[in-house]
Structures are given as C-alpha cells and as structure tokens.
C-alpha cells in the first residue's frame, strides 16, 4: 500500500481542513480531499452547493480561505502556478465579435507565446481540442459545442498541468456534454489533470474521481468505483442521493 504521505506529496489537489469565508459565514466548511495528479475530477451538487467557490480557491483568486490547500506541491495561489493552471470560468472567456483565429492568437500573446513557437502552440491546442486554429468565423456564430471547443483551446494555450474548468456544459444538449466529457477524458489521458464541476450528477459516471459538495459540506470524496462500492450504487446519481440521506441521518439512527 502507498504510504498516505508519499500519495499526498504527489497530489494535483490537497485540501485540509479548508473553509472559505464570506459575509461571517463560511460557504466551504472543513473540506478534506485529495486529487492524484492525471486523473480527471468531477466536482458535482447542485445549484449552490460550493463548487464555483472550490474551483476559484484552487485557482488561487477566491477570497476568504481558511486551512491547509495546496496545489502542485505549493499553497493555491502561489504565483508559479499562474502558468500551470488552465481555468474556464462559467461566464465567456473569449470574444464573441472576434474569430476563433483572433481569440486564439490574442491570448497566445498575452501567455508569451511568439513567432515560430506561437504558430507551434497554436497548432497544438487546435488538434488537442478537434479546431481548426486558423478558422476565421466568428465566435458568436459558432453553435454551442464550438464555443466551448474555443473556450477549452484558451484554457490550454499556457500548457497547464492542472485544467480548472467550471460548469463548461452547462446549457449543452446530452449529446455535446458526452463529447465534451470524452474530450476531458482524453486530456487526463495525457497527463493533464483535471477537475471540472457540472450540476448534472450523472456527469460523475464519466469521471475517474468525484467530490460530491452540497450545501458547503464535502459529502464524499474520491475514486468513483470505491463511492460506488461503499454506497451500493451503480450509478452516481443514486450514489449522491443516499450520501445526502446518510448526512441527515443523526449518528447511532438506521
């Protein structure tokens, strides 16, 4: 058995005791979890529950944290991690009245990117996301899947080892949202870790870890086959729900 110390050194995400404070109270109360590095996270709840206040304080950018959060080996936030972090926030991070090819080498340049190494990265994260980075249509001309394709691509442009990614099929049919996730997949598949946060619970069965927030409490966290087990679910979704229930159930009741 890897010794926890050895298992938690080499984290993506280690979370001890976290709280995030807002108003005098806290939204996150004592989270604790661990994220093993090239593995894809699902953070699921519901409308509140947390996990854009969780996404922003491994980012590094929320306010009011409490307790022990590391992130690639150094406290959330530290300023090496501003280029090893990729994050897509809920809100449109490219502009719409620009083209994909104007987004795309916009932010190439503000990650540094220049001449020959430019066109190089380009080309990269064009083939990793399926886009073509030299498409000249217009970003609010794009369907929905595209957009996101294009969002994705920026979160990319700065090679992260952590891909933060919020909420980023919501409004998807089911069909985008399954390959969108398999996209996902396919990014952790190469090294890249990532975490991404989705209401729709059964977003979970796609994802190798899961933390399951509801009301600012961590209802469970970590592999996605153990959760499963240790719940008797086949399903996350059903997992989920008898977490909740065995939350409101007091301590020594069946």
Known sequence: MVDDAVRYAHAAVLAQ???VDRGGQ???RNLRFHLPRGTMTAVLGPAGAGKSTLLRSIVG???GVRGALRVLGRPAGSRPLRRQIGYQTQE??????LSVA????YFAAVHGWRGRQRRRQLAKVGAMVDLRADDQD????LSAGQRARVSLAVALLGDPQLLVLDEPTGGLDP??????WELYRRLAATGISTVVSSSALEDGDRADHLLLLRGGVLLGAGRREDLLAETEAKRVEDAFVRKVGQAATPAGVT
């Open 17 to 19: 005791g976290l709280y």
């Open 26 to 28: 806290s939204v996150l």
């Open 61 to 63: 950018i929320q306010n």
């Open 92 to 97: 449109p991070s490219v502009y719409p009245e």
């Open 102 to 105: 104007e987004n795309l080498d």
């Open 138 to 141: 217009l970003v609010r001309a």
């Open 175 to 180: 069909v985008l949202r399954l390959h969108m």
